[in-house]
């Protein structure tokens, strides 16, 4: 198995552009994660799905975030407009809906909005 | 609102010895307390788990020792090695919440 992919790795983007990340989770799993690091705050969970649907979104900082799951296999995060606070590394995770205390991240995406 | 708190933030060991990572939790609904290793460029990797019905759980030279009444956890690297090198969260969830609760993580290096 490939594991949960991520893209891009990196991501460089002046503020007040459209950023948009890729998550590709384990093939199988049914519940996927958002979350970003930072040295501040560490990681926070930004919002979660089962089974394709949103579930909590509580963690997304502003209506500048969105998050879509349109099928199994895939989802994105989006920033609109990006400013250069939300630089950060975004991680991607996925798990069974029975075992989400076994989470499975992505490498992770480094986004530095200038 | 910091629900797990980590320390220390970083550590040095020399090979061999034994490396303590403690966590403390307010909310007693938590119901597992995992370790995730995380390696420079990658995401965080699940190491060790532990439930509140026990108060050790040992995976080769990985334990984590687990205060339900103290409300706090631990992990120990038994013969700590220089590949051991990396930041370690710990992280808690409650029950029935899918919400993953991480320590602020702390920098593990040990020198060869």
């Known amino acids: 198995d490939a594991g949960v992919i991520q893209s891009p790795r990196h991501e460089v983007t002046e503020m007040g552009q459209e950023v948009t990340l890729r998550c590709k989770p384990i093939?199988?799993?049914?519940?996927l994660f958002w979350y970003r690091q930072t040295m501040m705050r560490g990681l926070e969970l930004l919002i979660y799905?089962?089974?394709?649907?949103?579930?909590?979104d509580s963690g997304m900082p502003e209506d500048r975030f969105s998050a879509k799951m349109p099928n199994a296999s895939f989802s994105t995060l989006k920033i609109q407009p990006s400013e250069p606070r939300d630089s950060a590394v975004y991680f991607c995770?996925?798990?069974?809906?029975?075992?989400?205390?076994?989470?499975?991240f992505g490498s992770g995406t480094q986004l530095s909005v200038l | 609102q910091q629900q797990v708190k980590q320390s220390p933030q970083s550590l040095i060991v020399q090979k061999g010895g034994i490396s303590i990572i403690n966590c403390a939790y307010e909310?007693?609904?938590?119901?597992?307390f995992p370790w995730y290793q995380q390696f420079p460029g990658k995401g965080p990797a699940l190491l060790i788990a532990?439930?509140?019905?026990?108060s050790e759980k040992k995976e080769g030279r990985f334990t984590i020792s687990f205060n339900k009444s103290a409300k706090q956890f631990s992990l120990h690297i038994m013969d700590s090695q220089p590949g051991d090198s990396a930041t370690y969260f710990c992280a808690a969830r409650r029950i029935g919440n899918n919400d993953m609760r991480f320590g602020a993580g702390t920098r593990l290096t040990v020198k060869p």
């Open positions: 093939s199988g799993h049914n519940s």
């Open positions: 532990i439930r509140p019905d026990v």
């Open positions: 799905f089962n089974n394709n649907v949103p579930i909590d």
């Open positions: 995770a996925s798990s069974l809906m029975r075992e989400t205390e076994k989470l499975f």
């Open positions: 909310n007693t609904a938590f119901d597992y």
